[in-house]
């Protein structure tokens, strides 16, 4: 039980680029989401799915895709980066239908945009 | 809206000192209330909970209580130690899907 993968843990891009963050769960957890961790900000969430072909946006969508082709997988790409994008990324799972259970965080991807 | 409001870092305290991180919050209906903590290079796990008024978390020393009268998510600890350094996160989860965070306190523990 691996729990909430995401690969990679650190990237570089340069401006304009555009790349996929991914994500996968083995805990057939329906709910999944995405977020981003800036210093003294918290976390902000980009989007997020409830089920396999169901994604919504969150606060800040703006710049980022996602798809939720399989319960597993939930890949965040990002267009054309900026050097705004530039954070710490966090996938997470959770049970969505017990509002009691918690949510299960990735170890994260640094991003860097340059 | 829902929101949560937790007492700005950094909070620096000496080993077996005693820890208070203050959290409220604001929410419709019955929320259930997180705190998950952060080490360095890590995602969040979830510390402890409570999904009703006056139910208590508790965890690895750690306590909150639920308090609806005062719409508090206080979180304690007796005797800190150096390796509970880290950044805690106070959240609520509503009977929508969004978990709401907090935007964290960081706590650093002085042998």
């Known amino acids: 039980n691996a729990g909430v993968t995401q690969t990679p843990k650190f990237q570089v891009l340069k401006t304009g680029q555009s790349m996929t963050l991914q994500c996968a769960q083995d805990?057939?957890?329906?709910?999944m989401s995405w977020y981003r961790q800036d210093p003294g900000m918290g976390l902000r969430l980009i989007h997020y799915?409830?089920?396999?072909?169901?994604?919504d946006q969150g606060e800040v969508p703006n710049g980022y895709n996602v798809s939720r082709s399989t319960t597993e997988d939930f890949p965040l790409r990002l267009l054309s980066a900026a050097p705004s994008q530039t954070s710490v990324y966090f996938c997470?799972?959770?049970?969505?239908?017990?509002?009691?259970?918690?949510?299960?965080f990735g170890p994260g991807t640094r991003l860097t945009v340059t | 809206g829902n929101s949560v409001t937790q007492m700005e870092g950094p909070v620096t305290l000496s080993e077996e000192a005693f820890l208070t991180i203050n959290c409220t919050y604001t929410a419709t209906g019955y929320p259930s209330l997180f705190w998950y903590v952060q080490y360095p290079g890590e995602g969040l796990q979830l510390l402890l909970k409570a999904t009703k008024a006056d139910d208590k978390g508790s965890n690895k020393g750690f306590e909150a209580t639920y308090r609806k009268e005062t719409t508090s998510f206080h979180l304690e600890k007796g005797s800190v130690q150096v390796s509970d350094s880290a950044v805690y996160f106070c959240a609520l989860l509503t009977g929508g899907f969004k978990t709401i965070f907090g935007a964290g306190t960081r706590l650093f523990v002085k042998a």
């Open positions: 805990m057939n957890h329906e709910y």
């Open positions: 997470a799972s959770r049970n969505y239908r017990d509002r009691g259970d918690e949510q299960y």
């Open positions: 799915s409830v089920g396999a072909g169901i994604t």
